[in-house]
């Protein structure tokens, strides 16, 4: 059995960092892309950032140059780490894994974690 548990959430100034983990287990994690999605209060979710089997990164042009994710195949974990955090930031993180590429249709998620930034 699949399962995502992501960590680190929390509330924040703005200005501030935070590292959201997200530990895996049930699949070989070597294997699957795995990435970022949020969804902030009363809309829709957006994907935050993906790095793939390879290495290779994405990000929303939204965090680009503030957010980093990386991966640690030897512990089964996907980190999120996110710097100068603003108030639109706010919003509950889910990590997602996929054997292809991590999309709002990817078959394992997370429970999600909170990331509040307070103004």
């Known amino acids: 059995q699949v399962s995502l548990l992501e960590s680190g959430g929390g509330l924040v100034q703005a200005g501030g960092s935070l590292r959201l983990s997200c530990a895996a287990s049930g699949l070989t994690f070597s294997r699957y892309a795995m990435g970022w999605f949020r969804q902030p209060p009363g809309r829709e979710s957006e994907f935050v950032a993906s790095i793939r089997t390879t290495g290779i990164t994405s990000y929303a042009d939204s965090v680009k140059g503030r957010f980093t994710i990386s991966r640690d195949n030897a512990k089964n974990t996907v980190y999120l780490q996110m710097n100068s955090l603003k108030p639109e930031d706010t919003a509950i993180y889910y990590c997602?894994?996929?054997?292809?590429?991590?999309?709002?249709?990817?078959?394992?998620w997370g429970q999600g974690t909170q990331v509040t930034v307070s103004s």
């Open positions: 997602a894994a996929d054997r292809a590429i991590v999309s709002t249709t990817s078959n394992y």
